[in-house]
């Protein structure tokens, strides 16, 4: 996958660019990403890329020709290229999204600041809205982080072990169960000794379960909107029937 991010603070990409899992992803050419610096393209001789809003009011707007111009000069080899910015206003941002966003071949990433972007840009360049929660933002360099990120992580060879990603919380609607490493005991307790004892069955129908009471407890929101199936069923009123006091 490639992917372009607009911008007008390329250093916040620096350190998130060059650490852990992406950065391995980014150098085995699993995923190419390109900053773009929007205020290279001002027109402006000071390289202004914001001014007052029309109909007054507090801050400043960006302007769209920096934008615009920063944006045409992207290679395009794919009509269906998403332009996503990132956007209070935007849909919430999710896993199913993400898996959506994975298959894509090239996304560009448009990331906004002060008070926003001018309107007409928007309607001229942008495919998605995308917002990462209910609350606001200096900029759109944070959320779009986010998004690369967990995009990534559903992209072929980026994890080195694609199950891992198949294991997330949320990649099939519930969250992850618990996980445990050495040592054995910490602080008086002990690991649960279904984990030890080499039965993959029984290890995996542990950690369903885990995961259902997981979602169940933490989110029921989740909760109330997956299907259980037959074993599912099983093993929950197995767990309430014999295991709780």
């Not at 944006?71 to 935007?90: A, D, H, M, N, R």
């Not at 600041?113 to 990462?132: A, C, F, L, M």
Request: glycine share 6%; proline share 6%.
């Amino acid at each position: 996958m490639k992917i372009d991010i607009l911008t007008l603070f390329p250093e916040l990409f620096e350190n998130f660019l060059n650490t852990s899992i992406l950065k391995r992803g980014i150098e085995n050419s699993f995923i190419e990403i390109n900053i773009i610096n929007i205020r290279d393209f001002s027109l402006d001789k000071h390289k202004k890329v914001d001014d007052y809003t029309y109909g007054g009011g507090p801050g400043m707007v960006m302007t769209p020709q920096p934008i615009y111009d920063a944006f045409q000069s992207i290679e395009k080899k794919y009509t269906e290229t998403p332009c996503v910015y990132l956007s209070p206003q935007g849909q919430i941002f999710n896993q199913e999204m993400a898996v959506d966003f994975s298959k894509y071949p090239h996304m560009i990433f448009l990331c906004g600041h002060y008070e926003g972007i001018d309107q007409r840009v928007i309607n001229k360049i942008v495919t998605h809205e995308v917002s990462v929660g209910d609350y606001v933002l200096t900029g759109g360099e944070l959320p779009s982080m986010v998004l690369i990120d967990t995009i990534s992580r559903l992209l072929p060879g980026i994890l080195g072990n694609d199950i891992s990603a198949h294991d997330d919380s949320f990649s099939n609607g519930l969250l992850e169960f618990p996980q445990y490493t050495r040592p054995y005991e910490f602080m008086g307790e002990k690991v649960p000794n279904i984990l030890l004892s080499g039965d993959h069955k029984k290890i995996y129908q542990w950690r369903k379960l885990k995961s259902l009471i997981n979602t169940k407890e933490k989110r029921p929101d989740l909760y109330k909107k997956y299907k259980l199936n037959k074993e599912e069923k099983e093993l929950l009123i197995n767990y309430y029937e014999y295991d709780q006091p």
